[in-house]
Nanobody, 126 residues
Framework: QVQLVESGGGLVQTGGSLRLSCAAS????????MGWFRQAAGKEREFVAA????????FYGDSVKGRFTISRDNTENTLYLEMNGLKPEDTAVYYC???????????????????WGQGTQVTVSS
């Protein structure tokens, strides 16, 4: 059974930092694109960041560019999201996702990913 389990969410003040982790089990995603999405209450799921298995490049949504950093440890089958300069508008449930097919690209839409975690809540107070 494939599982993606996020951790590291919590309550933080404006300007603070958090580091999210996503541990994969049940299969390896060493050669699969992975990404982070978020969903605020009453809104659609939004792309945050993506990284191919090669780690050659990364891609970010405009709202987090320059503040968030995505990375991955293929040996540990773990995805990370370092979040700095947090703002109240970053408040959301954050999801990690993995693509089922192996290739060297990265992906930025929900439909491109086959596996999802259960999400971790990030709340930024003003």
């Amino acid at each position: 059974q494939v599982q993606l389990v996020e951790s590291g969410g919590g309550l933080v003040q404006t300007g603070g930092s958090l580091r999210l982790s996503c541990a994969a089990s049940g299969r390896a995603f060493r050669r699969n694109a992975m990404g982070w999405f978020r969903q605020a209450a009453g809104k659609e799921r939004e792309f945050v960041a993506a990284i191919p298995w090669t780690r050659i490049t990364t891609f970010y949504g405009d709202s987090v560019k320059g503040r968030f950093t995505i990375s991955r440890d293929n040996t540990e089958n773990t995805l990370y999201l370092e979040m700095n300069g947090l703002k109240p508008e970053d408040t959301a449930v954050y999801y990690c996702a993995a693509r089922g097919q192996s290739d060297g690209a990265f992906y930025i839409t929900v439909k491109d990913y086959d596996y999802w975690g259960q999400g971790t809540q990030v709340t930024v107070s003003s």
